[in-house]
């Protein structure tokens, strides 16, 4: 059975006059533990694919079932729960906050979901991406790199199957989104499935498999 | 999320604003303070009521001359209907009465040598000083005697004697009261002034001759009753109302002529007037109460918008709409809670500087306190939820690429 299955998933914005087709039927079937690239220029509808695969946004048509659950029925907390508990993101700003520690911006998952344990798991988290003597540092204390490591390790912190990354090298150097980039496949290695949106070739040669998308819909080949 | 958490959290973010945390709560401290200190202030004036007209006596039964105030306005016509006799008649046949003073008064210029004053002139008997609980200073009251035969002998207030005699010997000096000489016989003990009356600028002179020779007029103008201590008030009061009934001949479908006044009807009197003072005084200071609400919601409405990304980035990672609301409504009971502590503290001051300068002691009563920490928190709540709500309403999407 497939992790991710959508069908015919379309999605509409209004923009003025015109109707911006974002997604204009696709359908993908994902397995777990692959480690997928969707490419695709500004503006082809990767983007909104990816926020809806990751539950923060809901489509205006067609299904997405992950794993087995057609997510189109869930309630506002159910998403809030599956994206807490089953789906890990990285951004390309990296969207830590501010005048929190490191460990304290890994351990926010856990808080939302109410673990006892989270300090522990949140360190253990930043030792897994070799952060474990900057866990006192607020975020404009570290550099790029080690910022990226840091919500890398946020995005595991609730060990989830999922791991959805928005353009996570966009913002760095390419020496240490080389190091980010092995992180992931670190990650994807151990058994997660890892999704990555970008438009660098160089990050999908690095996927076992690449998904274009243009226009709203998935290129074949 | 834990209560411990969205405490620390709502904590955290207001500490990394302080100088507006401060402003937004200046409001609340300010509000607050206006109300505890106004309310401390009533309960000080209300204490003092208290205290005046205990000081006036206990188990005391007054006899005015005139019906019951019936919508403002007297419904007897007489003035002069309260005579010697129905003092006297009280006395001997009403039981548990203790004693009783008859009194006259009227304002006279009294004079010793060049120095001269206007005051009250009280004519009564030597049991007014014990019933009003006056004390003799030097000297002594009068005597039974005395009383009777309408002898021209004066007791002074304190500060009357001050005005006549300065810190000169005043016993055994011949002071001119109207037309008369009379010889000063005591000083009274200071008393403090009453507000509405000072008990120590006055004269006291016997009724017999207040009524004949200053006064000239055969008619009391009140009838001070004391009642045995423990006996029962309402009954001698009852007693009282039947004998004068009959002594003026009044009919049983007639309006009485006199009224009898107890210490519980001064009371309510006295506390009704400082109660409404109060509630004016706590209702203009809530009035800022409210404005510093409005202050929190401001400052809530700019952390809001300041603050989007993080309540996207907040709810990518799990956050429910409701772990936001808790999260932001948290952020502004602490702020108007934090207030309201600081506030109490501020009115504390205010009342302790009101009691340094005035002789106001103003009482903090521990339900103003109560009040004010409901009234703080719940301003709190109302004006902190329409930004949590918008805080928790936004859309993920929206509020992650907000810049």
């Not at chain 2, 129905?86 to 006279?108: C, M």
Request: some cysteine; charged content about 20%.
């Amino acid at each position: 059975m497939s992790i991710i299955q959508t069908n015919d998933l379309r999605k509409t914005y209004q923009l003025g006059e015109t109707t911006v087709h974002a997604l204009d039927g696709v359908d993908l079937s994902l397995e777990e533990g692959e480690m997928v690239a969707i490419t695709g220029p500004s503006g082809s509808g990767k983007s909104t694919l990816m926020h809806i695969i990751g539950c923060l946004d809901s489509p205006d048509g067609g299904s997405y079932w992950l794993a087995g659950e057609d997510v189109a029925g869930l309630t506002k907390d159910r998403l809030a729960r599956i994206r807490n508990q089953r789906i890990g993101f990285v951004f390309q700003s990296f969207n830590l906050l501010p005048r929190l520690s490191a460990l304290e911006n890994v351990e926010l998952p856990l808080l939302y979901s109410g673990n006892s344990d989270a300090k522990d798991r949140a360190a253990q988290a930043l030792n897994t991406v070799g952060l474990g003597n900057r866990m006192g540092h607020e975020p404009n204390q570290l550099s790029g790199g080690q910022r990226q490591r840091v919500a890398v390790a946020r995005a595991i912190v609730t060990d989830p199957a999922i791991i959805l990354a928005d353009e996570p090298t966009g913002n760095l150097d390419s020496k240490t989104g080389d190091e980010i980039l092995k992180l992931f496949q670190d990650l994807n290695s151990s058994g997660r499935t890892v999704i990555m949106v970008t438009h660098d070739e160089y990050v999908a040669k690095h996927c076992s498999r690449q998904i274009h998308i243009l226009d709203g819909k998935v290129q074949k080949g | 999320m834990l209560f411990w958490t969205i405490l620390k959290v709502a904590f955290k973010s207001l500490m990394a604003n302080k100088f507006r945390t401060i402003l937004a709560m200046l409001g609340i401290i300010i509000g607050v303070g206006a109300v505890i200190s106004m309310l401390a202030l009533g309960a000080g004036a209300q204490n003092r009521v208290m205290e005046r007209v205990t000081a006036m006596g206990t188990n005391l039964l007054v006899v005015r001359p005139g019906g019951q105030r019936r919508g403002g306005v007297r419904q007897s016509t007489s003035q002069q209907n309260l005579k010697l006799g129905d003092a006297k008649a009280i006395l001997e046949t009403v039981a548990d009465v203790d004693s009783i003073a008859p009194q006259v008064s009227g304002r006279a210029q009294v004079k010793y040598l060049n120095k001269n004053t206007n005051t009250t002139v009280t004519g009564t008997a030597a049991t007014y000083l014990n019933i009003r609980n006056f004390t003799v200073d030097k000297g002594r009251a009068f005597t039974s005697i005395e009383e009777e035969r309408s002898a021209p002998v004066a007791i002074l207030g304190a500060s009357t004697a001050n005005d006549l005699f300065e810190d000169k010997q005043p016993l055994g000096k011949e002071i001119r009261v109207g037309r008369i000489n009379f010889r000063v016989i005591g000083v009274l003990a200071e008393k403090g002034d009453q507000g509405w009356f000072n008990p120590d600028d006055m004269v006291l002179v016997p009724y017999s001759t207040a009524m004949k020779k200053v006064l000239g007029q055969d008619y009391l103008s009140e009838i001070d009753v004391q009642i045995t201590d423990g006996a029962d008030i309402n009954a001698a009061e009852t007693k009282i109302e039947e004998l004068l009934r009959k002594r003026h001949r009044i009919t049983s479908d007639g309006e009485d002529d006199f009224h009898v006044r107890n210490q519980a009807e001064f009371l309510e009197m006295a506390s009704s007037v400082t109660q409404t003072f109060t509630i004016l005084l706590g209702g203009i200071a809530s009035i800022s109460l409210v404005v510093g609400g409005i202050g929190i919601m401001n400052i809530m409405m700019v952390t809001v918008t300041e603050r989007t990304r993080e309540i996207g980035v907040r709810k990518a990672i799990g956050a429910r709409d409701r772990d936001i609301l808790t999260q932001f409504l948290f952020e502004s009971i602490l702020i108007s809670g934090l207030g309201g502590i600081m506030g109490i503290g501020l009115g504390y001051s205010v009342g302790y500087v009101i009691s340094r300068f005035t002789d106001y002691v103003p009482v903090v009563q521990m339900q103003a306190i109560i009040l004010s920490i409901g009234v703080s928190g719940a301003i709190g709540i109302f004006f902190g939820y329409y930004p949590a709500w918008r805080a928790a309403k936004l859309d993920p999407i929206v509020a992650l690429r907000y810049e």
